[in-house]
């Protein structure tokens, strides 16, 4: 399925077989893709990988108000910061 596609977004991957079926996909070596900081990612397009800076919606001006903060995503209140119990 990944091969009929126009783009390919990658992030995250630390798993040795993982990276190095999708490196010889992209025609990379897998290193750059277990290498990528927490902040990056490699964008596909056309065939071309890219190696980009993941847009952080919860904290980019261009995305306030644009979203529903999530409990995954929520930002800790006062009450988590000391210590309580969220509650």
Same mark, same amino acid.
């Given at each position: 399925?990944?091969?009929?596609? /126009?783009?390919?977004?990658?992030?995250?991957?630390?798993? #040795?077989?993982?990276?190095?079926?999708?490196?010889?996909?992209?025609?990379? &070596?897998? &290193?750059?893709?277990?290498?990528?900081?927490?902040?990056?990612?490699?964008?596909?397009?056309?065939?071309?990988?890219?190696?980009?800076?993941?847009?952080? #919606?919860?904290?980019?001006?261009?995305?306030? /108000?644009?979203?529903? &903060? /999530?409990?995954?995503?929520?930002?800790?209140?006062?009450?988590?910061?000391? /210590?309580?119990?969220?509650?």
């Amino acid at each position: 399925m990944v091969g009929s596609c /126009g783009a390919v977004q990658l992030f995250g991957i630390q798993d #040795y077989s993982a990276s190095c079926e999708v490196a010889a996909l992209l025609g990379i &070596e897998s &290193e750059d893709v277990r290498s990528l900081a927490s902040d990056e990612q490699i964008v596909c397009r056309d065939g071309v990988p890219h190696r980009l800076g993941k847009l952080d #919606y919860l904290a980019d001006p261009l995305f306030a /108000g644009r979203f529903d &903060e /999530g409990a995954f995503h929520a930002r800790p209140t006062k009450a988590w910061a000391s /210590g309580a119990s969220p509650g």
